[in-house]
């Protein structure tokens, strides 16, 4: 794993993960209503590997979330993105945040998420997977997801959560929140928030970690981590909002979490 500046951007470290030592690379996951694309990434030659569902951005599967993959491959876990809204649109040619989310993400459906990862564990089930170790990590929209899908399905045995909404969701599709499941998580979730979040508020955090000491054990069993100077997408180091130390921190945090639940 290297460190370079990116083009253009000299204040901004972004992490470029080589394939040495992996398989990997796009296919087409089978779905219920056809294919849709997705990534994935393993250490090369193995077998029963814990498995990793990792949850996109809100710009889609894009190389940074590619290079996730990569790297928790590289820790010894088969990771797998899916372009999950490709039914909706392109996620890759929008550069307007509002516009995006209008056009593609809020229409959106919880449901279409939950059957594309349910797909992604059945696909790794038959590529050198072990599905009675899965996990799922996520960012931005994939964060409320990651809270979402751990609450879903059983399947799941830990969750890491980065700045995903808690009291709301990107659309009217959207009826079912964070907060409102989080006490039935069927994993224990490790949720790494930003202090200098504008979208997500500290009180909705701070909520959270009372829904979870009230909830099952699972809930109970869950972790808040609040960064106070990070903004929102610290972990996100192709763009500005990065902040080294605290991405480095939340993902061993991350690590320790899959080690410690699978």
Not at 152 to 170: E, L, M, Q, R, S
Not at 183 to 203: C, F, K, M, R, W
Not at 239 to 248: I, N, Q, T
């Amino acid at each position: 794993m290297s460190f370079a500046p990116a083009a253009g951007q000299p204040t901004v470290t972004t992490i470029h993960t080589d394939a040495e030592g992996l398989e990997q690379g796009d296919i087409d996951l089978p779905v219920p209503d056809g294919t849709i694309a997705a990534y994935y990434a393993a250490p090369l030659g193995k077998q029963d590997l814990p498995v990793i569902l990792v949850v996109q951005e809100i710009f889609g599967v894009h190389e940074h979330i590619k290079d996730i993959c990569r790297r928790l491959a590289k820790a010894g876990y088969l990771a797998i993105a899916a372009e999950l809204y490709q039914r909706q649109g392109d996620a890759s040619q929008y550069t307007d945040v509002p516009t995006l989310i209008s056009e593609i993400v809020a229409k959106v459906p919880d449901e279409q998420v939950y059957a594309d990862l349910d797909a992604c564990v059945a696909w790794a089930a038959q590529h050198g997977g072990d599905t009675s170790r899965v996990g799922v990590t996520g960012f931005c929209w994939g964060g409320r997801l990651t809270w979402m899908y751990a609450a879903h399905n059983p399947v799941v045995k830990a969750a890491v959560a980065w700045y995903g909404k808690i009291t709301t969701g990107h659309g009217p599709l959207i009826k079912t929140m964070v907060q409102d499941v989080a006490a039935n998580t069927h994993a224990p979730v490790l949720g790494l928030y930003a202090g200098q979040d504008a979208s997500i508020p500290l009180e909705g955090v701070e909520a959270l970690r009372t829904i979870l000491a009230q909830g099952n054990d699972a809930a109970q069993a869950s972790e808040i981590v609040v960064y106070p100077e990070a903004s929102h997408g610290f972990l996100a180091d192709y763009r500005p909002m990065y902040r080294e130390a605290d991405a480095r921190d939340g993902w061993q945090r991350m690590l320790a979490w899959f080690q410690r639940y699978l």
